[in-house]
């Protein structure tokens, strides 16, 4: 990569609220935070993490209770799924389509984790990263990869060995949702 694509990727950065509502343990919310954020680092993405609820909790950041910048999502950890169970089984997370809202649910993910030989909190990863999928690039689901409709025994075992991601064209479309620093600022003048 040269210099010059390498400043340009360097700047996009995906501002992620955090608001654990599940009590998920420190130790989870980090490899969470870990795994999640080498998914979008192979997508020239930077993850911010800010903790609004719950995780090492202090003094309240401020940009918990502003308004929404761009580039920035609202991630909830709930404990289950408020809605029925589908043909596929129990959702491990739903995002708001065109909005700025994803959610994950411990108790499924932990669930379909332990089925699977999978530490939950990489399922934990796996799943809000694909919903901030949706969040940027839209309801539609893909054939392979991270944004596929449901997982199964191969897609668990390309979690295990962290080599789980979206598609070329996903990447693409990525990169071109998650503003630049200074389109941002474009913006904002």
């Known amino acids: 990569m040269g210099p010059h694509l390498l400043a340009l990727t360097a700047l996009r950065t995906l501002t992620v609220l955090v608001y654990d509502h599940a009590r998920v343990s420190d130790a989870s919310i980090n490899e969470m935070e870990t795994v999640s954020s080498a998914i979008l680092s192979d997508v020239s993405i930077r993850a911010q993490w800010v903790h609004c609820l719950g995780h ?3 003094a309240r950041p401020a940009l918990c209770e502003g308004k929404l910048g761009a580039a920035t999502v609202q991630l909830r950890i709930l404990l289950v799924y408020p809605g029925n169970r589908t043909g596929r089984g129990e959702a491990l997370g739903t995002a708001v389509v065109g909005g700025t809202l994803a959610k994950i649910y411990a ?7 332990c089925r699977n030989s999978l530490p939950a909190s990489r ?3 796996y799943a809000a990263t694909h919903e901030f999928g949706h969040l940027l690039l839209g309801p539609q689901h893909s054939p392979s990869g991270i944004m596929q409709g449901a997982w199964g025994t191969t897609e668990y075992r390309a979690m295990a060995q962290r080599r789980f991601g979206f598609s070329e064209a996903q990447q693409e479309a990525l990169r071109r949702a998650v503003p630049a620093a200074d389109q941002r600022l474009a913006g904002l003048l």
Not at 107 to 113: N, R
């Open 56 to 58: 090492q909790q202090g």
């Open 107 to 113: 108790f499924p993910i932990y669930q379909y984790a």
């Open 123 to 125: 399922l934990m990863a």
